[in-house]
């Protein structure tokens, strides 16, 4: 979602950045560290002395849904998804529900049916869980998945899954090394759907 379908950067380094401060880390080392994990994650991983993980987790999700300043989709992204048979598709997102909601809705995408956020799985991305999650509620296995990714950590989640992946470079300041296939935009794009072939996702000429 973040990244993939909608660039909030601005807002979630907002509120970010007021708790590393907060905590006296250095913003310039942590920032590119919190992208595209739950954020529960992200501050366990910190092992920060005397707080309280969850309560700390929590208080970044109540600052992040309060900011929404600033957020919008992916170039191309509402129209993409409008394309998609609405059962064919998911979102898989480190956000909480109540942010993922938010977000998509502040920048205007339409809400998926089959949502899998921060609260159902036990462990977040890199861990394939989520996207194997979705699969399960698309009702496919995930090899018949195609994964849209923009870090590291979901395209690792993607493949251990063994979907497909294609990465978003739209929200990029440095190049992802990757193999697999890159887009900046959605606007390119066209979708085909047969009921012997599926979706097949081709650049629009």
Not at 5 to 25: D, M, T
Not at 117 to 140: F, N
Not at 194 to 200: E, F, M, P, V
């Amino acid at each position: 979602m973040d990244g993939t379908l909608l660039n909030s950067i601005a807002a979630a380094e907002r509120v970010w950045s007021r708790w590393a401060l907060k905590h006296g880390l250095n913003l310039e080392a942590f920032l590119p560290t919190m992208h595209g994990k739950r954020g529960i994650d992200t501050i366990s991983a910190l092992n920060l002395p005397g707080i309280d993980v969850v309560k700390e987790a929590l208080d970044i999700e109540r600052g992040e849904i309060e900011d929404l300043e600033g957020i919008v989709p992916i170039p191309g992204a509402i129209a993409f998804l409008n394309s998609l048979p609405v059962e064919r598709w998911a979102i898989v997102t480190s956000a909480p529900s109540a942010l993922a909601r938010a977000r998509i809705g502040a920048a205007g995408l339409p809400q998926p049916l089959k949502i899998v956020t921060a609260e159902d799985v036990k462990i977040g991305k890199p861990d394939p869980a989520g996207y194997r999650l979705g699969a399960e509620r698309l009702g496919v296995d995930p090899s018949r998945c195609l994964v849209f990714e923009d870090v590291l950590a979901g395209v690792r989640a993607g493949e251990a899954a063994g979907a497909d992946v294609a990465v978003i470079t739209a929200t990029h300041a440095h190049p992802l090394e990757t193999d697999h296939p890159t887009i900046s935009s959605y606007e390119r794009l066209r979708v085909e759907f047969t009921s012997a072939q599926g979706l097949r996702i081709r650049p629009a000429e």
